[in-house]
């Protein structure tokens, strides 16, 4: 039986959904939120200790600023309503990406929120906010050459915004889409990863327990036999 220590998440296909069951793409991103609930239980009840949530790429600043704007007040509203319950569960919260770009007020509550939850340890929950993979690589790079340290597998990984994060286990990608659209290109060398046809705000407990079930049955060979 393969051990998990880490799930990573590409939400994909709010839009879809919401326009499908709702006739606009916002409503599926509200209803994609109660997924992400859904998801952060069962991954304590599977006592998986890190779990990375693509939130927001580098390229979704391409979107409508409507669009934009929603994704930032359900976030701001997330983190809000929902610090306690992170807090009483004992999880951590940690943004990974590029936090400089966004509005001093969501940078203030985010910091706010790593700090209230620093010291949390049962679940530590990676938000991948104004991420991209190409972006972290960059910036590790720069800051091995800033330190004058030697370019090698350790330091790239120990610059990148996941330093301390074991690599992923485990991919997910919903929206019946098999792209990685620049998520943790890195770090998922030996990642086993799963394209699920459903759209985010569909994915439930039963679909991620299946595919956690299927994972641990996998025979991992890391280049051996
Ligand atoms: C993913 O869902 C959520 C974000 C990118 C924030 P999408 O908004 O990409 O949904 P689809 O793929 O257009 O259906
Ligand atoms: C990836 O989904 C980003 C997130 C889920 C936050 P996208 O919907 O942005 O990816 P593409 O554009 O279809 O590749
Ligand atoms: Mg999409």
Not at 27 to 43: N, Q, R, Y
Not at 137 to 160: A, C, G, H, Q, T
Not at 182 to 195: D, K, M, S, V
Request: charged letters at 25%; a positive charge.
């Amino acid at each position: 039986m393969n051990p998990i220590k880490h799930v990573a998440i590409i939400m994909d296909g709010n839009g879809r959904w919401g326009l499908k069951n709702k006739k606009n793409r916002n409503a599926g991103h509200k209803a994609g939120l109660v997924s992400v609930e859904k998801i952060i239980k069962e991954t304590i009840i599977q006592k998986i200790k890190f779990l990375t949530l693509y939130t927001f790429s580098t390229e979704n600043w391409k979107r409508p600023a409507k669009e934009i704007n929603f994704l930032f007040s359900l976030l701001e509203n997330f983190l809000l309503t929902k610090i306690n319950m992170l807090t009483k569960n004992n999880i951590k919260l940690k943004i990974i990406g590029d936090k400089t770009q966004l509005s001093k007020k969501i940078i203030k509550l985010l910091n706010n929120s790593e700090k209230q939850t620093s010291s949390n340890k049962k679940l530590q929950i990676n938000l991948a906010l104004n991420y991209g993979s190409k972006n972290e690589l960059i910036n590790s790079i720069k800051i091995i050459k800033r330190k004058n340290i030697v370019i090698n597998e350790k330091n790239i990984s120990s610059n990148l915004f996941t330093a301390n994060v074991p690599d992923p286990d485990i991919l997910i990608r919903t929206g019946n889409t098999k792209r990685l659209s620049n998520f943790l290109l890195w770090q998922i060398a030996y990642t086993e990863i799963f394209f699920e046809k459903k759209l985010w705000p569909d994915f439930n407990e039963k679909d991620y327990r299946k595919i956690i079930n299927e994972f641990k049955n996998l025979k991992r060979n890391f280049g051996g036999v």
